[in-house]
């Protein structure tokens, strides 16, 4: 197995903070950067927002480079590339750079977490500037919808926070109240440095404690990372209208999340949504494209959190009853048509999948990252795979039975016509 050249390996600062490493010896590339348990789902209805127009100003400028032409710069003048994002659970920086630059990026994302400038005539700015990102997606009426469907298949927990539930609440944030965000949940004992590249964990983590050793983590504050949910949402059927000729499905199961699942549950569910949805050959293709011609394209995924997630499909239509029937005959010979032969099958499929995806530094950083953000530590490939490959067919009828079930299930349906 190729990764198996990638040595792996994790330690801890003693302020808290998780050193993750992936060494590669032929890797003339690193990709390097900081991972925080921080997101939507930790704001409230009046800094909602906040830690999306945080993640913005971070790439603003620090008090070394106090622009963001001359952080950019920083990266870019080298052929670099640096960005961030945020999602409901989550937020990280990622660095993409030559490998001799792997200590130096390491010193800016330091100084970008931990001495931003913050500057008020910026901020004032970036709100409108994130405003028009939400413009610019609200033009896409589907992209709404997922979003709609969360907030009530998850009512009122934060796995159903978003941003764009009301895009303008950034407009009341203010540097105060947006650095006293940053110093509750930027802090270290939430947070990896990830770091792919030819250098030794022992090096990396030398220069981690070089640059940031001063991060401490706020002993006052009192984070909820895990909330009661209920995934019992009663065959859940919600319609909403859309001015288009095609009509958007979403079709899927809630779950507690890691809260609820064991390893081999969350593996199970994960090779369900592959079988449904990966590819030409995935199942709801072969029902609803070749065999039907009803879709163009499908996607299942089994996203989760600590506390809360599901598992769904999403495609759209102009044929709503045809397609919804179908997948739900897909859904009920999932038990049958999962055998010894294309269980085998699926496993080669996800192995080499997941090869495939961490050949580059940057897959391997993007893997590690979002294992830390799951498990709060090191998850190898070949753990994974082993996992994965020790899973039966009983193991899979059991998910299936037991996770799969209609008191679970939500349905979205967003067109032109109501068709339950």
């Known amino acids: 197995m190729k990764s198996m050249l990638?040595?792996?390996?994790?330690?801890?600062?003693?302020?808290?903070?998780?050193?993750?490493?992936?060494e590669s010896d032929n890797s003339d590339v690193a990709a390097l950067g900081i991972w925080i348990k921080s997101g939507y789902r930790h704001e409230s209805s009046e800094n909602l927002g906040f830690s999306h127009l945080l993640e913005h100003m971070l790439l603003e400028g620090t008090k070394r480079w106090p622009s963001r032409i001359e952080l950019a710069g920083q990266v870019e003048r080298l052929g670099g590339y640096k960005n961030g994002h945020t999602d409901n659970h989550r937020m990280w920086f990622p660095i993409i750079i030559g490998?001799?630059?792997?200590?130096?990026?390491i010193d800016l994302m330091s100084d970008t977490i931990l001495n931003p400038l913050m500057d008020p005539e910026v901020l004032e700015k970036e709100k409108q500037a994130t405003l028009e990102e939400y413009a610019g997606n609200s033009n896409d009426a589907f992209a709404f919808s997922g979003i709609k469907l969360k907030n009530k298949v998850f009512f009122q927990h934060p796995a159903s926070y978003h941003t764009w539930n009301d895009p303008k609440n950034v407009l009341r944030a203010t540097v105060e109240s947006l650095d006293a965000y940053r110093q509750k949940f930027l802090v270290p004992n939430r947070s990896a440095l990830v770091v792919a590249s030819s250098y030794s964990h022992s090096q990396i983590v030398d220069w981690a404690h070089k640059y940031f050793a001063t991060?401490?983590?706020?002993?006052?504050?009192?984070?909820?990372?895990?909330?009661?949910?209920?995934?019992i949402v009663k065959d859940l059927k919600y319609y909403e209208y859309r001015k288009s000729d095609q009509t958007q499905i979403i079709y899927g199961f809630a779950n507690a999340g890691l809260s609820e699942l064991s390893q081999k549950e969350i593996l199970s569910l994960e090779l369900i949504a592959i079988y449904l949805g990966a590819g030409s050959i995935s199942a709801l293709i072969q029902k609803l494209r070749v065999k039907l011609g009803l879709i163009y394209g499908a996607w299942a995924g089994f996203p989760y959190q600590l506390d809360a997630g599901d598992l769904e499909i999403k495609t759209k239509t102009i044929h709503p009853v045809e397609v919804l029937r179908g997948v739900e005959e897909v859904f009920e010979n999932i038990p049958t048509a999962i055998d010894e032969k294309l269980l085998g099958d699926l496993k080669i499929q996800i192995k080499n999948t997941l090869l495939r995806n961490i050949e580059t530094s940057n897959g391997k950083?993007?893997?590690?990252?979002?294992?830390f953000i799951d498990y709060d530590r090191l998850i190898t490939p070949e753990e994974v795979i082993e996992s994965m490959n020790a899973l039966t067919v009983d193991d899979i009828r059991n998910a299936n039975r037991k996770y799969l079930t209609p008191d679970r299930r939500f349905i979205g349906i967003f067109g032109p016509k109501d068709v339950f």
């Open 215 to 231: 991060w401490m983590e706020n002993q006052d504050s009192i984070i909820m990372d895990k909330v009661p949910f209920s995934p």
């Open 6 to 22: 990638t040595k792996y390996k994790s330690s801890r600062m003693e302020n808290g903070l998780t050193i993750i490493s992936a």
């Open 99 to 105: 490998r001799d630059q792997t200590e130096a990026m």
């Open 365 to 371: 950083f993007n893997f590690l990252g979002d294992k």
